[in-house]
């Protein structure tokens, strides 16, 4: 089966910083690739996702990037602020059935 | 418009035990799944469903069982449980295939002494 890995498990920034957090996966049938976020207390609220045919999506201070020939993407925080502290999570599903999620990131900014 | 919910929030059972959960949702949503997620793991699916009457084996599946016999409703069900069923469940759905999203349910905490 797919095989989603996740990195930093952890990640500091200043308010005001960018974060990037990367993953990459293993099967190339993939083809849906979204972005999760997870409050304490609360289940994963998609924040951005994106398809194979696309390279890269941006939405206000969120983008996301994909290299489908590495087998990575990542996603870009711009302008970070207290609020968008959380554990993020990527994943990778073929065709909307199987969903794979990496281990996730806690991101803490720094007012 | 509720969204996903998922009866109960917590529960705490003795090895062996049997218990069913009960996730709702009130969208017309086709797709359904269940998840377990455990500290450092991320989530991982236990199995889906992609439409009324129809369920499918996720990436860790034994030891549960599942039923979509209305499509608002995804039931999982564990048999005789055991200590490393221990964690946190959540549901999610997904409209069909043109609508991605997946909707999660607020989770239940599950512990098996």
């Known amino acids: 089966g797919e095989n989603v890995e996740q990195h930093p498990s952890t990640l500091s920034v200043q308010e005001g910083d960018s974060a990037v957090i990367k993953c990459t996966y293993s099967d190339s049938a993939s083809n849906y690739f979204p972005w999760y976020k997870q409050e304490l207390g609360k289940g994963p609220q998609l924040i951005i996702d994106i398809r194979s045919n696309v390279g890269e999506k941006k939405d206000q201070r969120i983008a996301v990037t994909l290299n489908k020939t590495a087998k990575h993407f990542s996603l870009h925080i711009t302008e970070t602020q207290p609020e968008d502290s959380a554990v993020y999570f990527c994943?990778?599903?073929?065709?909307?059935?199987?969903?794979?999620f990496g281990s996730g990131t806690k991101l803490n900014v720094k007012p | 418009n509720a969204g996903v919910t998922q009866t109960p929030k917590f529960r705490v059972l003795k090895t062996g035990q049997s218990m069913t959960l009960l996730c709702a949702q009130d969208?017309?949503?086709?797709?359904m799944y269940w998840y377990r997620q455990d500290p450092g793991m991320g989530l991982r699916l236990i199995h889906y469903s992609v439409g009324e009457g129809t369920t499918a084996k996720g990436e860790v599946p034994d030891g549960y069982n599942v039923s979509r016999l209305k499509k608002q409703n995804f039931l999982l069900g564990l048999e005789s449980a055991a200590p490393s069923q221990t964690s946190v469940y959540f549901c999610?759905?997904?409209?069909?295939?043109?609508?991605?999203?997946?909707?999660f349910g607020p989770g239940t905490r599950l512990t098996v002494t």
């Open positions: 969208m017309n949503h086709e797709y």
């Open positions: 994943a990778a599903s073929t065709n909307f059935n199987k969903f794979y």
């Open positions: 999610a759905s997904i409209r069909d295939r043109a609508s991605y999203e997946q909707y």
